[in-house]
């Protein structure tokens, strides 16, 4: 695993294989304030998410070492990410495919290419819905 991104900013991950891609997410969430680390496979996206809990996870669906879809019940069923929103980001627009991804637990969908302003408002949104209240102690 490469190093974070450093900043103050909530931190993200984004799995997604093609560096134009990521490099416009970057970019595009960086100027949001927000810090992104990217991951170019389900496996690194694993390895990532067994160390840190980001604050929200952008998924690309296909990739070349599996499908996307395959982490987010992986994530749903760990107790420590299990509340983590996820974002599908995917040139896969049909509506059945839009469906799949809600079904399998996505909190959003953006189709690609990706636009700023859709993205920026559709991170904040699913962050402020996502937004746990502090527990108070016994």
């Known amino acids: 695993m490469t190093a974070l991104p450093r900043g103050h900013g909530p931190l993200l991950l984004a799995v997604e294989d093609e560096p134009r891609n990521a490099a416009l997410l970057e970019a595009i969430l960086g100027r949001a304030g927000y810090r992104l680390y990217v991951a170019t496979g389900v496996e690194e996206a694993r390895a990532f998410l067994a160390q840190e809990t980001p604050a929200m996870v952008l998924l690309d669906r296909h990739l070349p070492d599996g499908d996307g879809l395959d ?46 302003k859709p993205l920026v408002e559709e991170v904040r949104r699913l962050l402020d819905a996502g937004a746990v209240a502090p527990k108070l102690a016994d």
Not at 71 to 96: K, T
Request: no cysteine; aromatic share 2%.
């Open 71 to 116: 982490l987010i019940p992986e994530i749903r069923g760990d107790d420590r990410l299990g509340d983590v929103p996820i974002l599908l980001v995917s040139a896969s627009v049909l509506p059945r495919d839009v469906q799949v991804a809600m079904d399998a637990g996505a909190d959003g969908f953006l189709a690609k290419p990706v636009r700023v």
